[in-house]
């Protein structure tokens, strides 16, 4: 089943199953962020971007960890 993953191989963009996506994930040592905190993050960055305002990944998914482990979110 083809999904909206790409990954690029000897210069070009490859599509990649969901399965191939996991084993590559594996292999990297990358581990995905749940869907909630996916759309969290996005929508930080979708604000951002509609009041100009600075963005930064990594600060979001660390103040989305915090508030997570507090239940807040």
Known sequence: M???????????LVRVSAEE???????????????????????RFKYALEHGSDFNQFEASEEYDRLHAQGKV
């Open 2 to 12: 083809d999904s909206d993953k790409f990954c690029f191989a000897d210069n070009s």
């Open 21 to 43: 996506e996991a084993a590559l994930n594996k292999r990297d040592g990358i581990v995905p962020w749940d869907d909630a905190k996916a759309a969290w993050v996005n929508a």
